[in-house]
């Protein structure tokens, strides 16, 4: 109890005046932000060496810096991304997509389909005739063996 009483009296009120804390917080809080500002300058410095390299420093075109960036743009690849892409030939737009790819793809093999088979239509009235008359030149019948 008697420790309870000793930090109550250490205690120190806030600017605000809603939180209370210790002089241990409080010099808890200053480390931390002594060690926040020295990992700052820290990586600023590193940065300024990369730059300094050369080697490392190069970038992509496409790649933006981070204060640079608009919301209303797509970010670009980085150079990482664009190694690993490697060289890649332009692609049409239906290549690009999957399935509308295949769609095509079956349209065109009914299409052909069509030519070889002849469709089967179902009797609604009893059979009047050919509707678009009998053509002398085309043979569609099936060979017998």
Same mark, same amino acid.
């Given at each position: 109890?008697?420790?309870?009483? =000793?930090?109550? !009296?250490?205690?120190?009120? +806030?600017?605000? $005046?809603?939180q209370?804390?210790? !002089?241990?917080? &409080?010099?808890?809080?200053?480390?931390? !932000?002594?060690? &926040?500002?020295?990992?700052?300058?820290?990586?600023? /410095?590193?940065?300024?060496?990369?730059?300094?390299?050369? /080697?490392?420093?190069?970038?992509? /075109?496409? =790649?933006?810096?981070?204060?640079?960036?608009?919301?209303?743009?797509?970010?670009?690849?980085?150079?990482?991304?664009?190694?690993? +892409?490697?060289?890649t030939?332009?692609? +049409?737009?239906?290549?690009?997509?999957?399935? =509308?790819?295949?769609?095509?793809?079956?349209? &065109? /093999? &009914?299409?052909?389909?069509? $030519? !070889?088979?002849?469709e =089967?239509?179902?009797?609604?009235?009893?059979?009047?005739?050919?509707?678009s $008359?009998? +053509?002398? $030149?085309?043979?569609?019948?099936?060979?017998?063996?």
């Open positions: 109890m008697y420790k309870h009483l =000793v930090e109550v !009296q250490r205690r120190e009120k +806030k600017a605000d $005046g809603n209370y804390e210790t !002089q241990d917080e &409080k010099d808890a809080l200053v480390y931390y !932000q002594m060690m &926040k500002e020295g990992r700052r300058k820290g990586s600023e /410095a590193d940065e300024n060496d990369d730059e300094n390299d050369g /080697a490392s420093g190069v970038r992509d /075109a496409d =790649v933006e810096e981070d204060g640079d960036e608009d919301e209303d743009e797509k970010r670009g690849i980085t150079y990482q991304m664009s190694k690993n +892409k490697g060289l030939p332009k692609r +049409k737009k239906d290549n690009r997509n999957p399935r =509308v790819k295949h769609r095509k793809k079956f349209r &065109k /093999a &009914k299409i052909r389909r069509k $030519g !070889q088979i002849r =089967v239509r179902t009797e609604m009235h009893r059979y009047s005739g050919e509707i $008359g009998i +053509k002398a $030149g085309i043979k569609r019948g099936i060979k017998l063996k």
